[in-house]
């Protein structure tokens, strides 16, 4: 296969840069390959295609799309429209997610699962010996990070399809939850003019946190934490999926379409709530943050509850600014805790207790506000449509944003089964408002 060369160039013009070096990125592409091995290794007949769902995918075409993918940018891309050929027959037409069509997935002739594992194998043991050869090739480092990004994203997809699809719980990783209590109260957040967005520079970002831009904020006040299973099981409790009031008109048409009478996973046994977590039914824990609600459940508890969603860039000011310098006059804080990567202290991420966690536990990363779990534990719904900012120019991996603006809500923060890399006060993730089956829940604001 001739060696494909990333234009310099092209990666300047777009402002596509990555501060981590060679050695850094290989070390976390073989650790998403571990977390992806680990996840699919156990699984083998039917659980390689599962029932066609239009929330997962086959792992069997998910897996070698994750190698298509680092092939495709990493060894074939050379330019717009130029690629070199692939290690497999019709690997586009099979693996691209934007020409397989998704419910087309179950019945391609997909690669068996032994040539998958090769291929897999094959593509990172090349890549690995390019980052080495070419180190200082700042293009490819970009790529390479966008591959890193994109095959920990469906680290955690395969996390949730686990659940959705009530397999087993994920080999060799021990879940332990972080116990705490209830952690009530608001904090009052100053608003005025604020910074949102990635500021230009040597860090990766996606092309949907490009660029800040200045946006004017009223003052407001957010929970310091997120709602808990106990929280929103008296909304349940109080029959609110029957009340229309509380439901905007799409939400109540999804509640009667799906006829919704809880949170996904929730079953109720005498006076009691239990989740099914993988494939076994558990008490559920009362001050852990509420997930698996969707966008419209979120918003018809607020409404019942006489509060409201936080916008993003709300999120964003109370997540990565001080009381202080609440206009970013002195730059942004990466993390709501400061500028210190996320460690086991601070955030509930990927390998810390691979489970939800009560809203009280980690209050080494509160934020300057005391917001508490801003980064990790369950990803928070917001307010707002997934729009493009000011003057988006979409970045080489087109179908990443722009396909979604404007049918997708936006999401902030993190949960317990996203890798810690990924993650800072910028990351914007979506998904439509009606999906249920994501690590989400949400924090609420008080209305004014």
């Not at 006829?259 to 709530?273: C, I, L, R, T």
């Amino acid at each position: 296969m001739p060696e494909a060369t990333q234009t310099i160039a092209e990666a300047r013009a777009l402002q596509l840069s990555t501060n981590s070096t060679a050695r850094e990125l290989a070390k976390r592409l073989r650790a998403a390959r571990e977390r992806t091995l680990l996840l699919a290794s156990d699984l083998s007949g039917g659980q390689l295609f599962g029932p066609k769902l239009a929330i997962v995918n086959p792992p069997l075409w998910e897996i070698a799309h994750v190698a298509w993918f680092q092939e495709h940018w990493c060894l074939r891309y050379r330019a717009p429209g130029d690629l070199a050929p692939s290690l497999i027959e019709n690997a586009d037409p099979l693996y691209n997610s934007a020409i397989a069509a998704h419910d087309t997935r179950w019945d391609l002739p997909l690669l068996p699962f032994d040539a998958v594992l090769r291929f897999l194998a094959e593509v990172l043991g090349r890549v690995l010996e390019r980052l080495e050869r070419e180190a200082e090739n700042p293009a490819l480092r970009y790529f390479a990070e966008l591959a890193a990004c994109h095959e920990e994203m469906h680290c955690e997809a395969f996390t949730y399809t686990r659940q959705t699809l009530g397999y087993a719980p994920p080999r060799g990783i021990p879940s332990a939850a972080a116990a705490g209590s209830a952690w009530p109260g608001d904090v009052a957040v100053a608003g005025g003019e604020f910074v949102l967005g990635a500021y230009p520079g040597d860090r990766f970002v996606f092309d949907n946190e490009k660029w800040a831009h200045r946006v004017q904020l009223a003052p407001f006040s957010i929970a310091r934490a997120a709602v808990t299973n106990s929280e929103f099981a008296a909304f349940v409790d109080a029959g609110g999926y029957e009340r229309r009031e509380s439901w905007s008109h799409a939400g109540w048409e999804w509640r009667n379409s799906t006829g919704a009478a809880a949170p996904a996973y929730w079953v109720k046994q005498g006076s009691e709530w239990l989740q099914r977590v993988y494939n076994r039914l558990e008490p559920l824990p009362p001050h852990a943050a509420v997930i698996h609600v969707n966008w419209y459940e979120a918003d018809a508890w607020c409404h019942w509850a006489g509060r409201r969603l936080p916008g993003e860039a709300e999120w964003e000011q109370a997540a990565s600014t001080t009381p202080a310098d609440r206009a970013c006059a002195d730059g942004k804080r990466t993390y709501p805790w400061g500028e210190d990567a996320p460690d086991t202290a601070r955030a509930n991420l990927f390998g810390v207790c691979n489970t939800i966690s009560d809203v009280s536990a980690f209050a080494a990363g509160d934020s300057a506000w005391g917001c508490r779990q801003l980064l990790g534990n369950a990803w928070e719904w917001t307010a707002d449509w997934f729009n493009p900012y000011p003057d988006f120019v979409r970045d080489p991996y087109q179908e990443y944003s722009e396909p979604w603006f404007g049918s997708h809500k936006v999401l902030r923060g993190g949960c317990h089964a996203t890798s810690a890399p990924l993650l800072r006060n910028t990351w914007r993730n979506f998904y439509t408002p009606d999906r249920r089956d994501v690590f989400a829940g949400f924090r609420t604001c008080a209305k004014t």
